[in-house]
Nanobody, 127 residues
Framework: VQLQASGGGLVPAGGSLRLSCAAS????????MGWFRQAPGKEREFVAA????????DYADSVKGRFTISRDSAENTVYLQMNSLKPEDTAVYYC?????????????????????WGQGTQVTVSS
């Protein structure tokens, strides 16, 4: 089982990036997936989550209106479109997949809701 995150990089403030997370080794289409991030010296924090069907999403207040999570179940891939990036968005971004079925999407706003994690991709936003 593997989650491979990609798409990070260095962008100026106001720029955009699209992160991808490709899952392999099992089918993740029946489960929620999410993105978290961790800045140096800080704890890992929730960014966004999407339910198994893709018709329900949840976001951290700090990214609402700027980030969009989506998924392509046929490709076993989840995306995070990040627009209007700010220097405070600088962090390592991790994708995660759950194997727990819970009808409440807010269950997936905590790391404990996930069982598999990708290796992380660095996002750096310059001021």
């Amino acid at each position: 089982v593997q989650l491979q995150a990609s798409g990070g990089g260095l962008v100026p403030a106001g720029g955009s990036l699209r992160l991808s997370c490709a899952a392999s080794g099992r089918t993740f289409s029946s489960y929620a997936m999410g993105w978290f991030r961790q800045a140096p010296g800080k704890e890992r924090e929730f960014v966004a989550a999407i339910n198994w069907s893709g018709d329900s999403t949840d976001y951290a207040d700090s990214v609402k209106g700027r980030f969009t999570i989506s998924r392509d179940s046929a490709e076993n891939t989840v995306y995070l479109q990040m627009n209007s990036l700010k220097p405070e968005d600088t962090a390592v971004y991790y994708c995660a997949s759950s194997t727990t079925l819970n009808s409440r999407l807010d269950y997936y706003t905590a790391p404990q809701g996930y069982d598999y994690w990708g290796q992380g991709t660095q996002v750096t936003v310059s001021s």
